[in-house]
């Protein structure tokens, strides 16, 4: 599976995006696909999941209420919308599949497969 990120770009404080993770290949209704972003000089953070089955879905405590995950299974992408953004949310943002292993869906080390990654800059 490949994973293809976008969406990002430059916004004001309290504007919004909607970050994009298109996957080729299949994935499957037991999978997970998760939203991690790593700011200049910090390491890569949790953000959000959710089960490709719609379930599972969680946030961190830094967004919830502001994001919110979702998924199109019909064209196999995941989606990311970032409301009221702020400048701390600077950073790039990464998709990631879990393969249905269930286990450490928080950390980068529970994921299989990884996007490149797409930038997301708040200004103040």
């Known amino acids: 599976v490949q994973l293809q990120a976008s969406g990002g770009g430059l916004v004001q404080a309290g504007e919004s995006l909607r970050l994009s993770c298109a996957a080729s290949g299949r994935i499957f209704s037991n999978y997970v696909m998760g939203w991690f972003r790593q700011a200049p000089g910090k390491e890569r953070e949790f953000v959000a999941r959710?089960?490709?089955?719609?379930?599972?879905?969680y946030y961190a405590d830094s967004v919830a209420g502001r994001f919110t995950i979702s998924r199109d299974i019909a064209k196999n992408t995941g989606y990311l919308q970032m409301n009221s953004l702020k400048p701390e949310d600077t950073a790039i943002y990464y998709c990631a599949l879990n393969r249905g292993r269930y286990i450490s869906l928080g950390l980068t080390t529970g994921y299989d497969y990884w996007g490149q990654g797409t930038q997301v800059t708040v200004s103040s």
């Open positions: 959710i089960g490709w089955n719609g379930g599972n879905i």
